[in-house]
């Protein structure tokens, strides 16, 4: 009886070790997952829209027959819509450029000199007059431009940047009218300067946020500030001109959007290499 029961016993213990070894054996290892990354460089195309606040820093002309050079007592440029389009590269996370191509629309000049009127006195004799001088201007930029690019925060990327390149600004005539100081409704007639068009040394300055809309397509709000240098306005006409601005500043509130080719693709690695699957060890 007591030999049985010890058999018994020798049988379960046995059987118990073998479960417990089947318990402990390990899982095969999952190989790790795939790893995709955005790409980060590629060809762009960008278009913007926005509204120049002009700062024109003074002007100047020739002044009767001795050729003197004058400031204008007053020269107010008005702002207008800016529109530009360019293409650039993505260099990397951080750095990209682009060429741009920038249209000012015709801003409004109003100016006035003082002088003598020989036309709005009585007997036509000269008399101390005002002039009201009214002309536009229009621009076109060509610019080369760096940014870096300051990390991405969601689907923010703030951005600051720098532009070199020059600007054709181009003056419409300038219509001259002198009204007497004493009677301002007493004026002589109008005197028309041929405007006058030049290429400008021109830079830039600019700061903002691109924010992710689609994998390949970015809203850019920003500001930007251009320096246009100074150059000719206005030609001779009776015994007036030729006259000179002396550079414009604009600041510019500027939307756009920059398109990148291929920007939805991705670029795969390799997974490592498998481990493999030690047999399990019955103890």
Same mark, same amino acid.
């Given at each position: ?195 006058? *068009?030049?290429?400008? &040394?021109? =830079? +830039?300055?600019?700061? #903002?946020?691109?924010? /992710?809309?689609?994998? %390949? !397509? ?11 240098? *100074?150059?000719?306005? &206005?030609? =001779? +006409?009776?015994?007036? #001109?030729?006259?000179? /601005?002396?550079?414009? %500043? !604009? ?11 291929? *920007?939805?693709?991705?670029?795969? =690695? ?14």
């Amino acid at each position: 009886m007591m030999k049985s029961v010890i058999g018994a016993l020798a049988t379960l213990l046995v059987g118990t070790s073998a479960f417990s070894a089947d318990l402990y054996t390990p899982e095969p290892v999952q190989p790790a997952p795939e790893v995709t990354v955005a790409q980060s460089s590629g060809w762009y195309l960008r278009g913007d829209v926005g509204y120049a606040f002009t700062n024109l820093r003074g002007a100047n002309y020739f002044q009767g027959s001795n050729s003197s050079l004058v400031d204008f007592n007053s020269a107010k440029l008005d702002g207008n819509v800016n529109l530009g389009a360019g293409v650039g590269y993505q260099i990397n996370n951080y750095l990209r450029t682009d060429l741009t191509f920038d249209y000012l629309f015709n801003s409004d000049f109003k100016g006035s000199t003082k002088g003598d009127c020989g036309g709005c006195g009585p007997g036509y004799t000269a008399v101390p007059a005002t002039s009201r001088d009214l002309a536009s201007m229009r621009a076109y930029s060509l610019l080369a431009n760096v940014y870096v690019d300051l990390g991405t925060y969601s689907i923010f990327t703030p951005y600051v940047g720098g532009g070199l390149g020059g600007t054709y600004v181009k003056w419409s005539n300038l219509k001259n009218t002198s009204c007497s100081d004493a009677n301002p409704d007493s004026c002589d007639g109008s005197v028309s300067h041929n405007g006058r *068009g030049s290429w400008r &040394f021109t =830079y +830039a300055l600019m700061a #903002g946020t691109s924010i /992710d809309l689609t994998c %390949n !397509l970015k809203a850019d709000v920003g500001y930007r500030y251009r320096h246009i240098q *100074g150059g000719d306005m &206005f030609g =001779y +006409a009776e015994n007036g #001109g030729p006259g000179y /601005d002396k550079g414009i %500043n !604009l600041n510019e509130a500027r939307i756009g959007a920059r398109y990148t080719f291929g *920007g939805c693709q991705t670029a795969s =690695y390799m997974p490592p290499a498998d481990i493999p699957v030690q047999p399990p060890v019955y103890k």
